[in-house]
């Protein structure tokens, strides 16, 4: 087993791309089997999960992103969290995590997402990497003045309520307690004019059948400094990770799913504190650094980077080729040097 500390954010990522010419469609996500891979005569796939749509059904005009609370005990089971094509966890002050889910595939499906969060540049720089409508609760002084820099368009409960409510039976369970719908929150996109097809990054995905060239690795763990001890388990036979929080599988509120996913990246990024601020985080998503991939049971590593804020993270191996992963679920997980990352 290898043991490193980590170093503090940044994003995810591989070659910005077109989603197809004409209806691109909605992916079937079998999280329990393997899925086909792209292949120009199969037809279109979800950008961000590699996966073959199924004919006659569309995704919508663009992604989502939702910050979503992750950083009390009392948080989970978070609602939504089965459904997202992308999980990406995210440092913030105190030593603690918020999950930043992108939802893409099944925005629809969505009965209930959240509990909703406030937001931080750096989890802009990731929404504007995406093209992903970025919806939040609450946003720092920082991200206030980097909103308009940004560019991202945003459903913020501040300034569209109407898209948010509050949960009567989790009152008093999750700071904040403000919830959406992916019914509500498509509403919105096209009531705040976020409409029109987008190009949406996707990643290099690994054909049917082809294997990955890497030591053994079935237990990654990743544990912030207030201790969630998340830990991912591989299971051979279904290809997929299982994520355990605290010693409890991650399920899905809505739903009673437990969250797996195909492959897992690992983002070391530099960080500071904010002039005359005791604990907010300055993170840099453009720095580039260490980069560490797990699929198939496998681990490789290798480096990120990524040129601008219009550009997608591209994660590389130590001889300059890109991760190429497995069509599914993707985990993301950006540590700094507070994070214990072993496996």
Known sequence: MKKTNAMRLAVIGAVVVAVGAGAVVMALRDKGSETETAAEDEGDVNPLTGIVLEEGESLPDRPIMVSTDNDSYLSQPQSGISLADILIEVPIEGGGSRYEPIYYSNIDELELVGAIRSTRPYMLD?????????????????????????????????????????????????????????????????????TGKKEVRTFPWLEEGEKVAGNDATEITVNYADGADNTFVYDPETKLYTRYVRGQELVDDNNGQVFTCANILVQKVPFNLYPNEDERLQIDMYAGGEAVMFTQGKVVEGTWEREDKDSPTIFRDKDGNEFKMTPGVTAIELIDTTVEFDY
């Open 126 to 194: 990731i929404a504007r990497e995406y093209n992903a409508v970025f919806v939040h609760n609450g946003q720092s002084p920082q991200a206030i003045d980097y909103f308009e820099e940004s560019g991202v368009d945003r459903v913020s409960a501040f300034e569209y309520y109407a898209a948010f409510h509050n949960e009567s039976d989790k009152n008093g369970r999750l700071p904040g307690n403000q919830y959406s719908t992916g019914e509500d929150i498509l509403s919105a996109m096209s009531e705040l004019g976020y």
